[in-house]
């Protein structure tokens, strides 16, 4: 199961991290991700990390997000600064056994998603 929390209402600007808890005991083994969705326009890519580490990051993003995992806490973070009313989405946490991709569809599990709010 997977557990995302850390949205909220945010000014242009500022900053929020979304934290996504899994359970079980091979977090380690999973590549996770990030997607969001706004209404009316389809889920898209946000951010990912592998299993080793590496990330990926949709051009959008780039620069001002960064994803992070820490396996100890079973943990997987999204950092994300100068938000644009444009990020106002609700953003959802997936895993994929071993390596991350920018395919929602090729992801096994998903969390229930928290809202990320940015007014101009």
């Known amino acids: 199961q997977l557990q995302a929390s850390g949205g909220g209402l945010v000014q242009a600007g500022g900053s929020l991290r979304l934290s996504c808890a899994a359970s079980g005991r091979t977090f380690s083994s999973y590549g996770m991700g990030w997607f969001r969705q706004a209404p009316e326009k389809e889920r898209e890519f946000v951010a990912a990390?592998?299993?080793?580490?590496?990330?990926y990051y949709a051009d959008s993003v780039k620069g001002r997000f960064t994803i992070s995992r820490d396996n100890a806490k079973n943990t997987v973070y999204l950092q994300m600064n100068s938000l644009k009313p444009e990020d106002t989405a609700v953003y959802y946490c997936?895993?994929?056994?071993?390596?991350?991709?920018?395919?929602?569809?090729?992801?096994?599990?998903w969390g229930q998603g928290t809202q990320v709010t940015v007014s101009s």
């Open positions: 997936a895993a994929r056994f071993r390596f991350a991709t920018m395919v929602w569809s090729q992801y096994e599990y």
């Open positions: 990390i592998n299993w080793s580490g590496t990330t």
